[in-house]
């Protein structure tokens, strides 16, 4: 089968091969194997760049989950996010919440997406990469099944004035209602908090404009949402340096 693929992680495999994951529209996240890729005249050549574009010439095994990589054909290699740490760390995070939580079959909305965003994130003005981080890993996180509930409480779906600080609870998914919200801990928004998320959350929405504490704050609730509802206790290497930022001087 040849599908449009991206390169979300390789691996040296033997001498001469390389195992790489791929994101792919037609056959979700896929786990293939090129052989001789590392060798001098492969025809993989220099194919197989990390989140690079191309068409995957996939030919499925009948005995594992692991599957030959018969070509990839090279459509667009992203040099431009290999040259700022801060669209790399984005990108990075992208593509390990792709790895580890979209599905190994077709989900053509999360590949168009990631798609889009790892194209958007190339020519991004650098003030606009922080809030567009958060916009696209919340939008990632929602077409996978887990959009916050962010309108209405998420335990008993009861509207929620927005004049009013509200509780999101990470465990519920969204927002609380004040009678829900009792008793509870959690991290609390402001009204104007709760407007940028619903922005951030929501694509079509002006982006919107936050300082540096704000945008550390909303680092930590995402962190703590994908933890809580993807992660499965696993570790997470590209959110964890996301969120730490250590190419930031204090």
């Known amino acids: 089968m040849v599908t449009p693929a991206i390169v979300l992680s390789t691996m040296r ?3 001469t091969s390389r195992i790489a994951r791929l994101a ?18 492969s025809r993989f050549g220099a194919a197989l760049h990390l989140l690079s574009d191309g068409m995957a010439h996939v030919i499925p095994s009948t005995r594992s989950d692991l599957h030959t990589l018969a070509a990839f054909d ?28 979209a599905p190994a079959a077709s989900h053509p909305p999360s590949f168009d997406l990631l798609r889009g965003a790892l194209n958007t994130l190339e020519v991004a003005p650098e003030v606009a990469v922080d809030p567009l981080a ?5 939008h990632l996180v929602s077409v996978l099944g887990f959009e916050p509930a962010m309108e209405q409480c998420a335990r008993d779906g009861a509207a929620v004035s927005p004049d009013r600080p509200v509780m999101f609870s990470i465990s519920d ?15 609390r928004l402001t009204p104007g908090d709760r407007e940028a998320l619903i922005a951030l959350v929501d694509p079509a929405s002006e982006l919107p404009s936050l300082d540096q504490p704000h945008l550390a704050a ?13 992660g499965d206790g696993s570790t997470l290497p590209a959110l964890d340096f996301w969120e730490r930022r250590p190419w930031v001087r204090p």
Not at 218 to 230: F, T, V
């Open 13 to 15: 495999y033997g001498e």
């Open 24 to 41: 792919t529209l037609d056959l979700g996240i896929q786990s293939v194997i090129a052989k001789g890729a590392m060798r001098p005249r």
């Open 74 to 101: 090279l459509l667009r290699v992203r040099v431009e996010l290999a040259q700022r740490m801060d669209r790399f760390a984005t990108a990075s995070l992208l593509a390990e919440v792709m790895l580890r939580f």
């Open 134 to 138: 958060l916009r696209m890993t919340w």
């Open 173 to 187: 998914g969204g927002i609380l209602c004040p009678g829900c919200a009792a008793g509870q801990a959690g991290p």
């Open 218 to 230: 909303h680092r930590r609730l995402l962190g703590r949402y994908i933890r809580y509802h993807l």
